[in-house]
Every structure is written in structure tokens, then in C-alpha cells.
T-cell receptor, first 114, second 110 residues
Framework: KAGVTQTPRYLIKTRGQQVTLSCSPI?????VSWYQQTPGQGLQFLFE???????NKGNFPGRFSGRQFSNSRSEMNVSTLELGDSALYLC?????????????FGPGTRLTVL | QKEVEQNSGPLSVPEGAIASLNCTYS??????FFWYRQYSGKSPELIMF????GDKEDGRFTAQLNKASQYVSLLIRDSQPSDSATYLC??????????FGQGTRLTINP
């Protein structure tokens, strides 16, 4: 069974631009969570989608948004990029919402904002 | 006070010894607890989860939970150099989200 895939793996943007990251969950998994990982703040929850609905959102500004499609694939968008948005963005999928014991992470997208 | 706290380390343990990793959490309503291992440059990988007070063993790994003390730990027996990684403690407070600690960097010395 294929794992969680994320595209692109690396991205370089400049301040003020916007970016869209993609996540394809494991086949059969309907929940996708997004996290931001930085050396200073660690791994922080961004949002979770289940059956195309956002179930919860972390403490991030409205510049961070996401959506989920009917095939469970998810995208997250960051508008008006800031230097502090440089991070590893991880998505994780699980069969249902809150089935964290069956949650698997993708390889991440490394975003650098210049 | 952070919601989930871990010593950042580094924690250095000789090969073959027991590595003990600790985590405390602030919300008494927390329901489930997870340990992830993250190798440098890789994504986190779930290695243990525990829901009830007491010990849970899986191979060389033992998770221990004490809800009264709001404390969860991970023991790694017979530590191997391949166990060198950052270990992340995560807590499910409900409301569809996991809260992670900062992680403890563990080094196993041959």
C-alpha cells in the first residue's frame, strides 16, 4: 500500500507570494491533518479535514487555509508569505478523524521563504 | 506553561542501556498519548500509543502513563545506535487535534 505523498518536496518562494501544497493520503484514509514544524516552535497543528470538512483549526493566522477533495486529497494554501513561514509542512492521514493510532505522516514539503 | 513538555536533551545513553524519555502535559482531560520517533531529515513515525494508566510494552519499548501525575514516559531497553533520533510526545486533548512536545534528542553511544 502506498504511503502518504506530498508535493512538492521542496519549494523556494519570496515574501508576499502565495503557495499551495498538496497531500495524497493512504488509500482508504479519509482524514488528513496538516502540521508545521520549525526548530523554534516544534510540530504545531494547522488543521484537520475529514470528509471534505474542516474539523479543527490550530492557532495560525487566516493566511493559512486548506481544503479537501472528494477523493480525500488535500491542499493547503499560504498567502502573503512571510519569512517566518519557512518550515517543514507535514501532512498525516488516518482512516477516520482522531484515529491517531493509525496516523501516518508524509515526507513533508520544505518551504523556504526569502 | 506549555501544554506538552519534554526535555530537549540531548540525552546520551550507552549502547545496551535503558533510555528513559519523559513527558508531562497540562490538560487533565487529555485522553490518549503517543510517542513518535523522528530521524534527522525524516518525518515522524508512530512507535507507541497508550490510553490507560500503567505500562504498555511492545518489543524493546515500554510506554508508561500516570494520569494523576500527568506524566507519560517511554523506556527503550537494550538501546541500539539505530535508536538515535528525536522522540516526540503527543497528546490528544480531544477536539480533533494532537499537541506535540518539542521533542527529546536521544543519542546512543556505541
Amino acid at each position: 500500500k502506498a504511503g502518504v505523498t506530498q508535493t512538492p518536496r521542496y519549494l523556494i518562494k519570496t515574501r508576499g507570494q502565495q503557495v499551495t501544497l498538496s497531500c495524497s493520503p493512504i488509500s482508504g484514509h479519509r482524514s488528513v491533518s496538516w502540521y508545521q514544524q520549525t526548530p523554534g516552535q516544534g510540530l504545531q497543528f494547522l488543521f484537520e479535514y475529514f470528509s471534505e470538512t474542516q474539523r479543527n483549526k490550530g492557532n495560525f493566522p487566516g493566511r493559512f487555509s486548506g481544503r479537501q477533495f472528494s477523493n480525500s486529497r488535500s491542499e493547503m494554501n499560504v498567502s502573503t508569505l512571510e519569512l517566518g513561514d519557512s518550515a517543514l509542512y507535514l501532512c498525516a492521514s488516518s482512516p477516520t478523524s482522531e484515529s491517531y493510532n493509525e496516523q501516518f505522516f508524509g515526507p513533508g514539503t520544505r518551504l523556504t521563504v526569502l | 506553561q506549555k501544554e506538552v513538555e519534554q526535555n530537549s536533551g540531548p540525552l546520551s545513553v550507552p549502547e545496551g542501556a535503558i533510555a528513559s524519555l519523559n513527558c508531562t502535559y497540562s490538560d487533565r482531560g487529555s485522553q490518549s498519548f503517543f510517542w513518535y520517533r523522528q530521524y534527522s531529515g525524516k518525518s515522524p513515525e508512530l512507535i507507541m500509543f497508550i490510553y490507560s494508566n500503567g505500562d504498555k510494552e511492545d518489543g524493546r519499548f515500554t510506554a508508561q502513563l500516570n494520569k494523576a501525575s500527568q506524566y507519560v514516559s517511554l523506556l527503550i531497553r537494550d538501546s541500539q545506535p539505530s535508536d538515535s533520533a528525536t522522540y516526540l510526545c503527543a497528546v490528544n486533548k480531544g477536539a480533533q487535534k494532537l499537541v506535540f512536545g518539542q521533542g527529546t534528542r536521544l543519542t546512543i553511544n556505541p
